[in-house]
């Protein structure tokens, strides 16, 4: 099912943060019927650093096309603010919508951006911005191909601002809304209000963040359509693995953290080993089975 189809039914849907292959495995083991490919968790993960418009679009894509690979779960892409201008936006929603990407949510600040939950953010014009949606709306080849418009001008402009640009953002063809940053269940409230009737809207829940933790059901049931977590996962890991490092240096072996970990043949099977091996060793019995075939036989010589 696409996510265009998905957002046709009433149900809200969550969508987990992911940054590889092996994340959007567990999260679509774990049943999430659309996954988050998140460009902060991307940065934190392949590069150590933080979301400050350091990863590009080449790696970006490389990671969709990883995800796509291995699982077939809806994915939403965080391609930042499209790395550069209309056009820029244009290359990016073609290279992202090949690679696998189901929806491409593209944000307003300008350049070098930041995540939306840090200070001291900068705002491209309405109008630019407009002008890179409809860029995305055209390059995209598919309309099942969705146009995420977020805009960060809670922080920046103000409330009523924002809502004015998610506004204009709509009319410029965005499939989804995306007002970052809510300071308060009353703002995410407001929100539904005055552009529920516009489009699909999306909530971000940033454990730590500007916006008050609430839970999908929650959202759903004020107007929002999609709820995503991105960082969560890399949040959860990166407390596992600070522990995990201490304990082995304290201890010298694994031995005390086997509890908090999957042993060789659990992972294993968790990634699939057994039934990879058993495929190739179908393969192999295939062309040995060929291998006495008159058509073989003549192919050898």
């Known amino acids: 099912m696409s996510l265009k189809s998905r957002l046709a039914e009433a149900r809200v849907l969550a969508a987990p943060g992911i940054y590889d292959a092996l994340t959007a495995s567990l999260a679509t083991a774990a049943g999430f019927e659309a996954l988050y490919l998140s460009g902060a968790a991307i940065a934190y993960t392949r590069l150590g650093r933080p979301d400050i418009g350091l990863v590009s679009m080449n790696e970006v894509a490389e990671v969709i096309a990883l995800v796509s690979d291995r699982v077939p779960t809806p994915l939403i892409v965080d391609a930042d603010n499209g790395y550069g201008n209309a056009l820029n936006v244009r290359r990016t929603v073609r290279l992202f919508e090949r690679a696998g990407a189901g929806a491409i949510q593209i944000e307003d600040q300008t350049l070098p951006k930041r995540c939306g939950h840090l200070q001291d953010k900068s705002l491209i014009s309405a109008a630019e911005m407009a002008g890179k949606i409809k860029a995305a709306v055209d390059a995209r080849e598919s309309e099942d191909t969705l146009i995420i418009a977020r805009t960060d001008a809670v922080a920046v402009e103000g409330f009523e601002r ?41 909530a971000n829940m940033v454990e730590g963040g500007d916006t008050p933790l609430a839970s999908a059901e929650e959202l759903g049931e004020i107007g929002f359509r999609i709820v995503i977590f991105p960082g969560g996962i890399v949040r959860a890991i990166a407390r596992t693995a600070q522990d995990y490092y201490g304990s082995l240096k304290a201890h010298g072996t694994n031995e005390p953290f086997r509890e908090r970990m999957f042993d060789f043949g659990a992972l294993n099977a968790l990634i699939g080993t057994p039934e990879m091996l058993a495929l190739g060793q179908d ?13 073989a036989k003549e192919a050898a010589r």
Not at 164 to 172: H, K, N, P, T, V
């Open 162 to 202: 924002a809502i004015a640009r998610a506004s204009l953002y709509a009319e410029a063809g965005a499939d989804v809304l995306f007002v970052e940053a809510p300071r308060s269940r009353e703002q995410l409230a407001a929100v539904t209000t005055a552009l529920g009737n516009r489009r699909p809207l999306l």
């Open 283 to 295: 393969y192999d019995t295939f062309g040995a089975a060929l291998a006495d075939t008159p058509a």
